[in-house]
């Protein structure tokens, strides 16, 4: 019996409306923690790795995940639509060319064979309160990346020992394979080389032959104002190197690191595009009478709001000025600011003195208003008096 496969949307950690962004991006976080480079000889990282790629294959493909979302697996499989690769029998390598086109299109690592190698990008995420994002700030961010080994400088051989010649492809790192009785010939990737064109013989004790070696990173990374959840800072060149497999003679450029903001909820505010919205509870009295009340400001101030009389419970009064940054403007060195939207939320009490029930009988009398009758004392009910 075939194993049970995963919902494509559980392996990627979405909702069934993600967009194509949102599909977009959790594939890239999980191909980067489960890259084979990052998780040597694991095979769960590995079976990780092929299943977030199947998932990516189907989901990023509209016809594809129309078909799976009113089918499922059973609808690839059969007339409803193209069924996807077995992922379960690839090699690594053969899934490699999605990745690196994901990276390649949104300034990732990979697809440097057909221009200068790059590395592959970072993601970490960094949490914000609401007050830094209205100022913007400094953030430290702390990582791990695969950096070039020190012991070898990248080449992966011992110290005083050199990569040989591969005598498969004679050093260029490419064969050619003939299909269909000769009919054509295909070019692949080495498989004595992988594609390097040289053969390790005696292995770095650092890092096994990889040329590469984990490095903690430390950093401090500018948030700009007005930045929003899920939006990413971007640190051009504090990715990781190209691989010795996408870069023969050790050089290209490193990746980017990005930066991705989880902004906290905050206690007072909710925020709403660049405005702020602040619920401003208010009694009766004030919302019939009017009131000029103090309310906080984002930026640890006080502002005045006029409350007028007959408010409403839900009326809005609007703060110019007095939300946060607006993110463009600010990158273009000319910021404004969004509004404060004060909501009001009219209370009513839950205990009043006898002197506030007295006047608020009086009121409803006046306006002929019916009111539930006054309740009696204990004692008053028993001796009638």
Same mark, same amino acid.
């Given at each position: 019996?075939?194993?049970?496969?995963?919902?494509?949307y559980?392996?990627?950690?979405?909702?069934?409306?993600?967009?194509?962004?949102?599909?977009?991006?959790?594939y890239r976080?999980l191909?980067?923690?489960?890259?084979?480079?990052?998780?040597p000889?694991?095979?769960?990282?590995?079976?990780?790795?092929?299943?977030?790629?199947?998932?990516?294959e189907?989901?990023?493909?509209?016809?594809?995940?129309?078909?799976?979302?009113?089918?499922?697996?059973?609808?690839? /499989?059969?007339?409803?639509?193209?069924? &996807?690769?077995?992922f379960s029998?690839?090699?690594?390598?053969?899934?490699?060319?999605?990745?690196?086109?994901?990276?390649?299109g949104?300034?990732?690592?990979?697809?440097?064979?057909?221009?200068?190698?790059?590395?592959?990008?970072?993601?970490?995420? %960094?949490?914000l309160?609401?007050e830094?994002v209205?100022t913007?700030?400094?953030?430290?961010?702390?990582?791990?990346?695969m950096d070039?080994?020190?012991?070898?400088?990248?080449?992966?051989?011992? &110290?005083?020992?050199?990569?040989?010649?591969?005598?498969t492809?004679?050093?260029?790192?490419?064969?050619?394979?003939?299909?269909?009785g000769?009919?054509?010939?295909?070019?692949?990737?080495?498989?004595a080389?992988?594609?390097?064109?040289?053969? %390790?013989?005696?292995?770095?004790?650092?890092? /096994?032959?990889?040329?590469?070696?984990?490095?903690?990173?430390?950093?401090?990374?500018?948030?700009p104002?007005?930045?929003?959840?899920?939006?990413?800072? *971007?640190? *051009?060149?504090?990715?990781? &190197?190209?691989?010795?497999?996408?870069?023969?003679?050790?050089?290209?450029?490193?990746?980017?690191?990005?930066v991705?903001?989880?902004?906290?909820e905050?206690r007072?505010?909710?925020?709403?595009?660049?405005?702020l919205?602040?619920?401003?509870?208010?009694? %009766?009295?004030?919302?019939?009478?009017?009131?000029?009340?103090?309310?906080?400001?984002?930026?640890?101030?006080?502002?005045?709001?006029?409350?007028?009389?007959?408010?409403?419970?839900?009326?809005?009064?609007?703060?110019?000025?007095?939300?946060?940054?607006d993110?463009?403007?600010?990158?273009?060195e /000319?910021?404004? *600011?969004?509004?404060?939207?004060?909501?009001?939320?009219?209370?009513?009490?839950?205990?009043?003195?006898?002197?506030?029930?007295?006047?608020?009988?009086?009121?409803?009398?006046?306006?002929?208003?019916?009111?539930?009758?006054?309740?009696?004392?204990?004692? /008053?009910?028993?001796?009638?008096?």
């Amino acid at each position: 019996m075939p194993p049970t496969q995963r919902d494509y949307y559980e392996v990627l950690g979405l909702e069934k409306s993600a967009s194509e962004d949102d599909i977009k991006r959790a594939y890239r976080r999980l191909a980067m923690k489960y890259h084979p480079d990052r998780n040597p000889g694991d095979a769960e990282a590995e079976k990780s790795f092929k299943e977030a790629a199947a998932a990516y294959e189907v989901l990023s493909d509209t016809s594809k995940r129309q078909v799976y979302d009113q089918y499922g697996h059973d609808g690839l /499989k059969g007339g409803g639509g193209p069924a &996807p690769h077995d992922f379960s029998r690839m090699n690594v390598e053969d899934i490699f060319s999605m990745f690196n086109d994901i990276f390649a299109g949104q300034g990732g690592g990979g697809g440097g064979r057909r221009g200068p190698a790059r590395g592959y990008d970072l993601e970490t995420q %960094i949490s914000l309160t609401l007050e830094e994002v209205a100022t913007g700030c400094e953030k430290s961010v702390e990582f791990t990346r695969m950096d070039v080994c020190e012991t070898c400088t990248g080449s992966g051989a011992k &110290p005083g020992s050199k990569p040989i010649k591969c005598t498969t492809c004679g050093g260029h790192g490419k064969v050619q394979q003939s299909g269909l009785g000769g009919m054509f010939r295909m070019v692949t990737a080495c498989p004595a080389c992988g594609g390097r064109g040289q053969v %390790i013989k005696e292995f770095c004790s650092s890092c /096994k032959g990889k040329g590469r070696t984990p490095k903690a990173r430390k950093l401090s990374v500018r948030v700009p104002a007005g930045i929003a959840d899920g939006q990413a800072v *971007r640190v *051009r060149g504090e990715g990781e &190197p190209p691989g010795p497999d996408e870069s023969r003679d050790g050089t290209g450029a490193r990746g980017d690191l990005h930066v991705v903001v989880s902004v906290q909820e905050h206690r007072l505010f909710k925020r709403d595009g660049d405005n702020l919205i602040l619920e401003l509870p208010i009694s %009766i009295a004030q919302a019939a009478l009017g009131a000029d009340l103090e309310v906080a400001t984002i930026d640890g101030g006080k502002t005045t709001v006029t409350i007028p009389k007959g408010t409403q419970y839900g009326d809005h009064f609007r703060v110019d000025s007095q939300g946060l940054p607006d993110l463009q403007s600010v990158l273009r060195e /000319k910021p404004r *600011r969004g509004d404060m939207v004060v909501v009001t939320r009219v209370e009513v009490p839950r205990k009043l003195t006898a002197q506030q029930e007295k006047l608020l009988r009086e009121f409803a009398s006046s306006g002929g208003q019916q009111v539930s009758a006054e309740t009696q004392s204990f004692w /008053k009910k028993m001796f009638g008096s």
